[in-house]
């Protein structure tokens, strides 16, 4: 019997679209639906298969739209609904799917349901985690929870009483008990998915149910929230209760054809707890977050591949790697430093590691390296805008552009995640870099002066540009790996990661010295130009078994 096909989302590579900084249709400096319209050729061009895009919907803007006001609706600053479905047709006519952000933990404190609550109309705080403080006349917290973005996670309403939010005060957190609120998203779900979207990330998926009684964690120091650093067994995160919402979901999503789609962002202990949330009637992808803060080196990522792959096949779900998004600091950037020995734990003190210059040349050569690694695996592959013109995490924004609430909320300590979030370059002519499409307001985050050489326009008339080499990589992933099967591990030395599948090898070398490469294979692809014979320090291939001597 042949074997069964794999639908689209089993290997399929989706692009993470900032939307407010991929590309600014009325030049007002921020990004929207027009700006992406107008760019989806260079999308069908690069070749992926889907699109995520960031939320789009109505908000004020506490966390840069993570805090929604109307699940039903487009932000104004983007667009409008009827823009939006035009996006999702002319998208679809170009072969590319598009998969939404939902945010089901929190809504903004702007949403109606968090206004009816702070109006005391009867009910409307079920939905939310109202309780009264501790201490004489309720004026501590009613637990020791602290938000991830600083700071307690409680804040005090006029009547005394708190209300819990886990990330910044403006986003309250909503209760799950509530058998209003899990209707509610069902049917927005339903909303969006009768307008064809093809699916959902799931924001802070590991979030939604906490442990009864809100207790307060077993040590204080578990009390200070880190998504990136997710312990088993905090009273916030990876309740087993949040199983029994996606299973809800999945039935939603089982009533389309085409197939709609979920993929979880839970940051959680390790790939087996992960698994739990990839059950057959859960959901169909989560990221695995460990290829994020692997560090270069090759011994590591052999073990990081193995444990993703090995969870993700207990369940029959396909593995899903990626080496950056809107949170984290960019890849560039973090192989520009040193590279520690085990996991990235530190990556919300951007800017701060050690005090070390970065290396961006290095960074680059290395991420160039790292993006051939992750589109030769099996599985579902997300590339984060930016990522494939190899740009780097600003650093030294000033100040007072900063937008990002963890600047604030942690007392001016945590930079936070604008630096990852700059608008992106489209050409060389200043202001905006192509940003805007026609010349207006300053872009939402100030652009660095030196940008014009990594933009899409300079990229594109080099060959040897990262933009070229995820185009040339993202085309031969479809005959070489997509249907490829099984990594099988080649014994070649310490320093080197190389795998065979299907015939095809990919090999990295995070040493510092040259490794021989097998004679008996060409060369299909190289993350930097001139390689022939050796594989060279920072630096990976993709072989393939013909028998055309190699040059
Ligand atoms: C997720 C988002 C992040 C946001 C947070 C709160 O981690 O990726 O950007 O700040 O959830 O919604
Ligand atoms: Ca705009």
């Not at 973005?149 to 819990?164: E, H, M």
């Not at 390790?270 to 994020?292: G, I, K, M, V």
């Amino acid at each position: 019997m042949a074997a069964e096909v794999p639908s689209w989302w089993q290997t399929a590579v989706v692009y993470q679209v900032y939307i407010r900084s991929f590309a600014d249709g009325n030049g007002d400096g921020i990004g929207d639906i027009a700006g992406m319209r107008d760019r989806l050729p260079y999308l069908a061009g690069l070749g992926i298969d889907a699109i995520w895009i960031n939320p789009w919907y109505p908000s004020p803007m506490a966390d840069a739209g993570y805090d929604v006001a109307d699940y039903r609706d487009i932000e104004p600053a983007y667009g409008t609904l009827d823009e939006a479905q035009a996006l999702v047709a002319e998208a679809h006519a170009a072969g590319i799917r598009v998969l939404l952000d939902i945010v089901p933990n929190h809504t903004s404190d702007q949403h109606a349901w968090f206004r009816a609550a702070l109006a005391g109309e009867p009910g409307a705080r079920q939905r939310y985690h109202f309780r009264p403080g501790r201490g004489e006349d309720g004026v501590q917290p009613p637990n020791n929870w602290q938000s991830v973005f600083g700071g307690p996670a409680w804040t005090r309403v006029a009547d005394g009483s708190w209300y819990l939010h886990l990330f910044a005060p403006g986003q309250p957190d909503l209760n799950w008990d509530n058998g209003e609120v899990r209707a509610e998203f069902e049917d927005i779900l339903a909303f969006w998915f009768d307008r064809g979207v093809d699916g959902f990330r799931i924001d802070v998926a590991h979030g939604m149910v906490k442990e009864p009684g809100l207790p307060d964690t077993r040590d204080a120091a578990e009390a200070v929230q880190s998504l990136v650093q997710s312990r088993a067994g905090h009273p916030a995160w990876d309740q087993d209760g949040v199983h029994e919402i996606y299973r809800g979901w999945r039935s939603v999503a089982n009533r389309y054809r085409p197939e709609r789609i979920f993929i979880a962002e839970a940051w959680v202990s390790s790939n087996e707890r992960l698994a739990r949330y990839l059950r057959p009637d859960e959901l169909h992808t989560a990221f695995q977050f460990d290829f994020l803060r692997a560090p270069w080196r090759a011994q590591v990522l052999r073990a990081v591949v193995d444990d993703a792959i090995a969870a993700a096949a207990t369940v029959g779900a396909p593995p899903t790697w990626v080496l950056s998004n809107h949170d984290v600091t960019r890849t560039v950037t973090r192989f520009a430093r040193s590279q520690p020995e085990h996991l990235i734990e530190t990556d919300w003190e951007r800017g701060r590691w050690a005090g070390e210059d970065p290396d961006h040349v290095l960074g680059r050569r290395r991420a160039r390296a790292a993006a051939l690694v992750q589109l030769a695996l099996p599985g579902t592959a997300y590339v984060y805008q930016g990522e494939e013109l190899a740009l780097e995490e600003i650093e030294d924004l000033p100040d007072a552009a900063r937008q990002d609430p963890t600047w604030a909320q942690s007392g001016f300590t945590d930079v936070g995640r604008d630096g990852c979030r700059i608008p992106l370059p489209w050409n060389e002519t200043e202001p905006s870099y192509g940003f805007a499409t026609e010349s207006g307001a300053a872009t939402w985050l100030p652009q660095p002066a030196h940008w014009a050489q990594h933009s899409v326009q300079a990229q594109d008339r080099d060959p040897d540009s990262t933009l070229n080499l995820y185009r040339a990589a993202l085309r031969l992933r479809r005959s070489l790996w997509r249907d490829a099967g099984d990594v099988k591990w080649l014994a070649v030395g310490a320093d080197v990661a190389a795998f065979e599948r299907g015939g095809s090898q990919c090999w990295v070398n995070t040493g510092d010295s040259d490794v021989p490469l097998p004679e008996v294979m060409s060369i299909a692809l190289a993350s930097a130009p001139g390689v022939r014979g050796v594989l060279p320090p920072d630096t990976a291939v993709w072989l393939r078994a013909d028998e055309a001597p190699s040059m």
